[in-house]
């Protein structure tokens, strides 16, 4: 049985709670609405402490900008979040002190692309992305065999994309950046577009076109920066059948043959997966994350 | 004085060789202006076999694309170059064929970025981008420790970035993909568009700031993606008095506080840095492959 961690993806609308070893181990779950920062803690430090076993670590794969780097002293905190009552929390922190255990502690993207290494989508990889597209769209991944990590953590989802406005005037939601990938392709940004949820709208909506063509300039611009072995993209929006496959073709078109590798060329089908783990990848992650902090 | 290495930046138009062990330890440089492979490698290989004493290993940064996994059948090649000749020519075999020595090989911008590690702007840092902007755009650099390398290797001059048509027609003069970064800011590109060399074109010309604008939007999604610790952009176009601090000015701009690290909010001079190795950066990022295929 091996010992038993506990994982916590925490999200803007929920916090996933789940103690166990793996995707067939997992013992207890919980979804805590994401309230103010001290409800919201004080909910997972009560799962924790409720468990009939206590866990041995606890991994946190988090919404952000966070600080993923163990040197520095903020260390653990969500830092500029979206949400102005989740700015400069320590989330890490609460946890550790309440739970009196090792706690990991990175992005949501990291933690499921860890999720998926061991036991998903990317097994034996050291070189890929895991990208979710929801609310919101995130992305990062291991490169060279660690979760990517450099002055912070990876920002993917605002980078610039071509963004034609004469067959497309809308000026995207980003509040930062207007019409970055997030602010033209996330399921907010679909929702403000089109005036309904993204999930109400049929597969044969002229929002899917768009949508895959912005994902896939996205995508396409990602496997240029990095050279990725596999592109694992997840989240709500993807569950539009269809829109995986349609992003696939926009992909090739834009590599147009440039990127050489047979993985590309012959058999993207395999080379733009969705998460093996589906939306369990965040929350299995941070179990790995809470095995690497116990060392 | 320690041993002798061999370095080798093989670019498209000319071929950089030296033997050293560093900056201050560069005992000879030839200069072999690219013609055919066979002419080319022949007379890379007689400068090695005219040294007074042998290296023990030689490291090769060279153009691209390249085949820089060793476990691959096409290891050491230049695979699709856009040069017709030097399609699929087996450099690295080539060179250790006739000199039997170990040969270290990746591409030239990856090389730069080990050579600025050992000896210049990246010290200490395990997370960077190295760029160069010269005839064509590349990217490459160190992440997490390892130079970066997946499916292939990175292609950042091929990012596709928005692109103005009603301000800016020019199409682009990529092959593959028209107006993508290289197509609309390589000096190739420059020279295409306003029907002269780069280097002509006075500081106060219309042409730069609208590639400070191009170079700053690549640039943004690389930070983006990557999270550097430190981003250093060479190469002959770069040489134009204030081009560099124009770039900075609207990486920040681009950037708009996002990204929400001191290094970039308050001293983005000492994060977007020219190579302090200059045009030396290449060959000797080259000599430290070349330590690291001897083990």
Redesign the interface.
């Known amino acids: 049985m091996g010992k038993v961690y506990g994982g916590i993806e925490a999200g803007g609308t929920k916090f996933v709670c789940a103690a166990g070893s793996g995707p067939t181990e997992l013992r207890t779950e919980a979804r805590i609405e994401t309230t103010t920062p001290e409800e919201t803690i004080g909910r997972v430090i009560a799962f924790f402490r409720g468990l009939p076993e206590p866990v041995a670590a606890i991994g946190i794969g988090s919404f952000g ?1 966070i600080d993923p780097d163990p040197s520095s002293v903020t260390y653990g905190l969500i ?2 979040a979206p949400k102005p009552d989740w700015q400069n929390i320590d989330l890490a922190g609460a946890v550790r002190e309440a739970l009196r255990v090792p706690v990991g502690f990175d992005t949501d993207v990291n933690a499921a692309a860890l999720g998926e290494h061991r036991w998903g989508a990317a097994g034996r990889l050291d ?2 992305i895991y990208m979710t597209v929801g609310t919101g769209i995130g ?1 990062g991944g291991i ?4 979760p ?9 989802g ?6 034609d406005l ?1 067959t497309d005037p809308f000026p995207g939601i980003c509040p ?2 207007g019409d970055c990938l997030e602010g033209l392709a996330a399921g907010s940004a679909l929702e403000a577009r089109w005036g309904k949820p993204s999930e109400t709208m049929p597969a044969d909506h002229p929002a899917w076109s768009l949508e895959a063509w912005y994902l896939a ?1 996205g995508i ?10 596999r592109v694992i993209v997840g989240g709500g929006v993807m569950a539009l059948p269809g829109l995986l496959a349609k992003v696939r073709r926009e992909v090739a078109r ?1 590599l ?6 047979p ?2 060329t012959r058999d993207i089908d395999s080379y733009i997966v969705p998460p093996a783990l589906g939306n369990r990848a965040g929350v299995l992650g941070a179990i790995v994350l809470a095995e690497h902090a116990e060392g």
């Open positions: 900008p830092t500029n070189t890929f992305g490169a060279g065999g660690r990517m990590r450099g002055l912070l953590h990876p920002e993917m605002h980078v610039r994309i071509p963004h004469t930062w950046h300039l396409t611009n990602f496997i240029l920066t990095l050279s990725p072995q834009l147009n043959g440039y990127v050489n590798a993985e590309i």
